[in-house]
């Protein structure tokens, strides 16, 4: 089962290799990307709303996290979360996202989901 878990995250990880770190240029910084990367898809995939709910469900779920990635440093900040997504490249970061969701879930391929929550809460 874990070789099962690592395999996936590698996956996941190997779908954003080509997303560029956009705090390369000064080489100072705390938190890999792919760790970043990883608690957020994560947590959001758990029902975190903002990058406090992000920071909060990585805190929670450090030692399950250590399982794909070393977080040596533990978890960011939601400062640092907001930061670093809000200096990606959006378009390329579509398109990492959206190549390793038609690998989990070919049959959705270029299909449209709306994931905003309003039908959810019946708006």
Known sequence: MASDLTAAGD????RFEDLDDPRKPSGRFQYPLQEL???????????????????EWGEFKLEWLRRFLPFEQGIASHDTFGRVFAMLDSARFEDCFRGWMTQLCPNLAQQHIA???KTLRGS
Request: hydrophobic share 60%; aromatic share 4%.
């Open 11 to 14: 996956e996941l990880m190997r």
């Open 37 to 55: 990367l990883l608690a957020a898809l994560c947590a959001i995939s758990a029902g975190a709303e903002d990058w406090v709910d992000v920071s």
């Open 115 to 117: 994931i905003d929550g």
